[in-house]
């Protein structure tokens, strides 16, 4: 059986102490309720504190939670609930388009798929969520980082990789592509990223009018996309509108 981390385990108990009871607790006072020494409690301290898991009081030297926990609770409470305002429309999305469907985060430089619905086919499929996408050839990676600053300076700080010929990879083209997608409401990937293969992507946004996510259809380049090479309009529509309603959902009201 794997033994536990104890330094980890310490730290969890800190955070738990700190978010219950007194709003702010002292040094002896952490070092006390969980039976430790003083010195160890407070490397603990200051390593929460270097993280901004902790933040002490510069005229008490106490301790409380720090706002990094409330950005990762958020974050967390965020990728839920998208995924569950997402869940009907994205049903809805690919029984129309006859397509696969995901929703995508930033996470780490790249793409999470947190939601995937599968093709209405009978086809062999494997589930993609938890897999990772990249965001300079995505329809999903562009649409988060031509609306998402973070991810905007992920992709342009990140390794852009060719995949294919028709991947844009040089930081000029990149934002031409950005540019577009920010004035025409969508992304694509033709081909950028696996060969036969093309997306279209559209923003989620919530109540506050913030980039938390991208959905996208993707399938064979032939019925993604019409004669001209280009995604055809109707499914483009069709992602946008989904897009839509989950923002909606989230209560950012109309776009």
């Not at 330094?7 to 002896?28: H, V």
């Not at 898991?53 to 106490?62: I, L, M, N, T, Y």
């Not at 093709?119 to 999903?140: F, I, K, N, W, Y």
Request: glycine share 10%; net charge negative; aromatic share 4%.
């Amino acid at each position: 059986m794997a033994r536990n981390i104890q330094s980890l385990e310490r730290a969890a108990a800190m955070l738990r102490l700190l978010a219950g009871g007194e709003r702010r607790l002292g040094l002896s006072d952490v070092a006390s309720s969980l039976g430790l020494a003083k010195g160890t409690a407070h490397g603990i301290l200051r390593t929460l504190q270097a993280e901004g898991f902790v933040e002490q009081d510069p005229a008490s030297g106490r301790y409380q939670l720090g706002a990094e926990l409330l950005r990762l609770g958020n974050s967390y409470l965020d990728v839920h609930e998208l995924r569950a305002r997402a869940l009907v429309w994205t049903d809805d999305l690919a029984r129309a388009s006859g397509e696969s469907v995901y929703v995508g985060v930033l996470h780490q430089s790249g793409v999470l798929i947190m939601h995937h619905v599968f093709r209405p086919d009978d086809s062999r499929q494997v589930l993609e969520v938890g897999a990772m996408q990249p965001l300079h050839s995505t329809a999903l990676g562009k649409v988060l980082s031509a609306y998402d600053p973070v991810a905007h300076t992920e992709a342009l700080e990140a390794e852009r990789d060719a995949f294919t010929p028709r991947t844009v990879t040089d930081a000029v083209g990149f934002e031409e592509i950005l540019g577009l997608t920010r004035a025409r409401g969508w992304a694509a990937d033709v081909e950028e990223t696996w060969e036969g293969i093309a997306s279209v992507a559209a923003p989620i946004h919530d109540r506050r009018r913030m980039p938390v996510g991208a959905v996208a259809v993707a399938g064979a380049v032939e019925r993604v996309c019409g004669e001209g090479g280009e995604p055809r309009a109707t499914l483009v529509a069709s992602v946008r509108d989904c897009a839509r309603s989950v923002s909606r959902d989230l209560g950012a009201g109309r776009f």
